[in-house]
């Protein structure tokens, strides 16, 4: 009788798992660093919105408001520069052109509009929102990686936090 032919088994190599990972690991890294810049791109387009209405405003409450936006763009200045900065940080390179901002942003411009006050507020608390969720699903991404990087997860809850803050003043000029 034919005896069974022992099953072949391909060659077990620990580095081919190892190159697997490394591979993995490179293919996160690049995503994160894409998401980043998607990031910086939304930034850099509200802070122009936002520069854009402090400009713009008019009615009753022009001063105030007037100058609630320019804290506003200030802030955001600050928010850009902090995420570019962090793409240096973690070894790669911000985009830094208004093109490129264009062609990576997902917020809605309204070029030759100026919407009323009201409108132009609850423009920049959806934009703010928006941001927010994109941040949550980079940490989403983050932690479900390879990749270990308490630095950018850090300062990526803290961005967060300054979202809430900023979309919490919006929302109380939209309040009656
Ligand atoms: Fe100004």
């Known amino acids: 009788m034919e005896q069974n032919s022992p099953v072949k088994h391909e060659d077990f190599n620990i580095s081919d798992l190892e190159n697997q990972e490394e591979f993995t690991k490179n293919v996160t890294y690049n995503t994160l660093v894409e998401n980043l810049?998607?990031?910086l791109a939304n930034e850099f387009t509200l802070f122009t919105k936002t520069?854009?209405?402090?400009w713009n405003i008019y009615g009753p409450s022009f001063h105030s408001v007037h100058k609630f936006l320019d804290n506003q763009y200030h802030d955001l200045l600050k928010i850009i520069d902090g995420v570019a900065e962090r793409i240096r940080e973690i070894g790669s390179h911000p985009i830094?052109?208004?093109e490129e901002i264009k062609d990576s942003t997902n917020l809605v411009e309204h070029p030759g509009l100026q919407p009323n006050p009201l409108n132009m507020i609850a423009d920049l608390m959806t934009d703010h929102e928006t941001i927010d969720l994109q941040i949550r699903e980079i940490l989403?991404?983050?932690?479900?990686?390879?990749?270990e990087d308490p630095g950018t997860y850090d300062f990526l809850t803290k961005l967060i936090k300054k979202h809430e803050e900023m979309t919490w003043m919006l929302k109380s000029h939209l309040e009656k």
């Not at 520069?51 to 402090?54: C, E, P, Q």
């Not at 989403?140 to 990749?147: A, G, K, M, Q, V």
């Open 140 to 147: 989403h991404d983050l932690d479900n990686s390879l990749i």
């Open 37 to 39: 810049n998607s990031l």
């Open 51 to 54: 520069l854009n209405f402090h």
């Open 96 to 98: 830094g052109t208004l």
